[in-house]
């Protein structure tokens, strides 16, 4: 009786499961495996190497890399700074960094195209000043740019969050033993918040690798990253086959990439999945 | 009398405006289990943490071994700490856990090992060197806290309520093994607890705190026997403590009845507070007591009963051996040097009054 019960419980999610994730990787997967008039081949997949989707994916990463890296960066020393805070000042903090995150995702890309564009507010504030202006707009900078601006607060949380559960005592004891500050930070706190730098590495790369609407709207058809093609090939080309066996290229890579890091950081704690 | 390694001088702390220690002078001899025992918000912590570096005091100065270490990080410090939640590091072996002060002191990788290998046997957990510190049990960890400190060859080590988060049993075991340890060891160790068994069974010297002050200084014997004043009488074990009236030397009035007891020089007619332990109350026939009352209550504590008994409007707590079932009529005797006369404070921040050590 209680089994079944439980059974029942979980319906809902098995119908999600099969529904929007089984079925759809099956899809992809059928696709990417046939022609459009439905033969067996491997071209969709073996296309990756035509000099221009070689081209985008290396771009995807070069961009998704230095994103992941600028947002490590950014959110490390922010998290400790946040740790060290008192009670009251510091959640008005983290609140503030969530904030972005309460407004449309493509509002916001808007927002930073309005911006950064040749007659946008930055430059006429740069103009007022009599410095020169940016022409930034329609550069990989400029999506690099804005990734880090949106990824940014799923790099800070887990860090912080990992940051935040070591206990004060711990500190002091490495500190009683001798440590110096170098020491406390090398021996102890990285090695304590390699879970969550490894969680926040995954939050950013991966939909950094993935992206394609920030490149379409901040690139101006220039930047053509891997996201982008396949894009295009399912909404412009129809090309539901092509889009699908590109798909499943990414999809190896992020799969890679996800349990490279998973096994890197097992000593420091659970990774994310 | 060995020579004084640790001197607190007129430390003063406090924070946000909170006065936690004023004035505050102490001195810790070279091989003494010194315990600073008083309710929480006493300031012992706080003192251990100024030892230890932790806190820096807002005045006065802590010598170490004859040399002023007041402004010392806690890592330029000869003490080791031993934490009330152990604070292992959850990250590292337990053998790793152990080498880690002398990996920072730069020590040969056998001396390393010889030096787990000791402190493990000295903790009783020979062999644990691989295991991780989530398998081990509260009362191990605390023993890797302690190995992980003395490996390091402190000439102090300090117990911040280093037992108050095991069971009974195992707190009554880890009492042992300190005492133990610190003969082996032959070195100073600073402990704090709010716990008086643990303080009476373990020191050789016990500082009783409270509000920021120091109450007495003295032996186990000392403080138990003869406190100084009503709170510390209070804070170690229970007590009666009755207002009285100190009629002249060697004769109190409580409660409407003369007692006979060996106080002298309190003057004549002046209130005074009178201790009495619950074990020193005497329970006899009726006809033979100085005071006649009722059992209201009986409690079996294993050794011992505990009874009350009102007697003159006062419910007496006794501890005695022989069963009064409740409803009993039964007399109270109590020997004159059992009688503990101690001066009336004042007011009420009096309690707290500074006793010159």
Request: glycine share 8%.
């Amino acid at each position: 009786m209680r089994n079944l019960k439980r059974q029942l419980l979980a319906g809902p999610y098995l119908i999600w499961m099969v529904g929007f994730v089984l079925l759809p990787v099956g899809m992809i997967l059928y696709y990417a495996l046939t022609t459009t008039s439905g033969q067996f081949t491997t071209f969709n997949i073996t296309s990756i190497t035509a000099s221009v989707h070689l081209k985008a994916l290396f771009l995807s990463l070069k961009l998704a890399l230095a994103c992941t890296l600028i947002c490590l960066g950014l959110s490390y020393p922010l998290a400790m700074i946040l740790n060290n805070m008192n009670g009251k000042r510091h959640g008005l903090i983290v609140f503030i960094f969530i904030l972005p995150m309460w407004m449309n995702f493509m509002l916001r890309i808007l927002a930073w195209k309005m911006l950064l564009s040749n007659n946008g507010v930055i430059n006429t504030v740069l103009g007022y000043f009599g410095l020169p202006g940016l022409d930034v707009l329609n550069t990989p900078s400029a999506v690099v740019f804005c990734m880090v601006y949106d990824f940014l607060p799923f790099m800070i949380l887990p860090i912080y969050n990992a940051m935040s559960r070591i206990e004060k005592d711990v500190i002091e004891a490495a500190k009683d033993l001798g440590a110096g500050s170098l020491t406390v930070f090398f021996k102890v706190i990285l090695p304590l918040t390699m879970s969550g730098v490894v969680s926040g590495i995954i939050m950013v790369f991966v939909p950094a690798l993935t992206s394609f609407a920030i490149s379409d709207l901040l690139g101006g058809g220039k930047v053509l990253l891997i996201g982008n093609v396949i894009e295009q090939a399912f909404m412009q080309e129809y090309n539901w086959n092509l889009g699908s066996g590109l798909s499943l290229v990414l999809m190896v890579f992020v799969i890679v990439s996800m349990a490279l890091m998973n096994s890197h950081g097992e000593e420091g704690g659970a990774g994310i999945c | 009398m060995s020579k004084r390694l640790i001197d607190l001088q007129h430390i003063t702390k406090s924070y946000d405006k909170q006065m936690v220690l004023d004035d505050l002078n102490l001195y810790i001899r070279e091989n003494e289990f010194l315990t600073l025992l008083g309710p929480s918000g006493c300031g012992k912590t706080t003192t251990l943490r100024i030892i230890g570096g932790f806190e820096m005091p807002d005045a006065g100065n802590v010598i170490f071994d004859g040399k002023d270490i007041t402004g010392l990080a806690p890592n330029e410090r000869q003490v080791n700490t031993v934490f009330q939640k152990y604070a292992l590091f959850p990250h590292m072996s337990i053998a790793e856990n152990i080498a880690f002060g002398l990996k920072i002191r730069k020590k040969s990788k056998s001396y390393i090992n010889d030096k787990i290998k000791y402190a493990l046997k000295l903790v009783n957990l020979d062999g644990f060197e691989k295991r991780s510190v989530d398998s081990l049990s509260g009362g191990q960890q605390q023993r890797i806290a302690i190995a992980r400190a003395i490996v390091n060859e402190p000439k102090v080590l300090l117990l911040d309520e280093p037992l108050g988060a095991l069971d009974l049993k195992l707190r009554q075991d880890m009492q042992y093994e300190l005492i133990r340890l610190k003969n082996e060891l032959g070195i100073t160790f600073i402990y704090v607890t709010h716990d008086q068994e643990e303080a009476l069974t373990m020191s050789d010297t016990i500082v009783v705190m409270n509000q920021g002050y120091i109450q007495q200084i003295g032996t186990p014997e000392d403080i138990y026997n003869e406190p100084t004043n009503a709170f510390v009488a209070d804070f170690i074990g229970e007590s009666n403590i009755i207002d009285g009236t100190m009629l002249e030397d060697r004769l109190v009035e409580v409660l409407g009845v003369k007692f006979p007891c060996v106080d002298e020089g309190f003057g004549k007619n002046r209130p005074v507070d009178v201790v009495i332990r619950p074990e020193d109350v005497e329970l006899v026939a009726p006809e033979q007591g100085v005071m006649e009352g009722d059992v209201t209550s009986l409690i079996f504590k294993g050794v011992h009963w505990e009874i009350d008994v009102m007697a003159n409007g006062y419910e007496w707590m006794v501890q005695t051996t022989q069963m009064h079932p409740v409803g009993a009529h039964v007399g109270i005797r109590v020997a004159p040097f059992n009688i503990q006369i101690m001066n009336k404070p004042e007011s009420s921040d009096e309690r707290a009054v500074e006793i010159d050590a």
